[in-house]
């Protein structure tokens, strides 16, 4: 998901290392569709990556 959607090349478990979120909660921001992921994590990912919150969300239609 990361590398797709921002560039950069990072695992789950590097990122759950850098950023302090679980392996799973990651797991499941990227995979489960309708995951509510909350703010302050979608915000710590951001700034790790070094990113925007449009670079890395996608928004649904519905």
Do not use: H, P, Q, W
Not at 9 to 22: A, M, N, P, R
Request: glycine letters at 6%; a negative charge.
């Amino acid at each position: 998901m990361y590398k797709a959607r921002t560039g950069n090349k990072i695992t789950v478990s590097e990122l759950s290392d850098l950023t302090g979120i679980s392996k799973s909660v990651l797991d499941s921001m990227s995979s489960r569709k309708g995951y509510n992921a909350t703010l302050d994590k979608v915000e710590i990912i951001c700034k790790t990556l070094g990113v925007r919150i449009e670079e890395l969300l996608e928004l649904d239609d519905d």
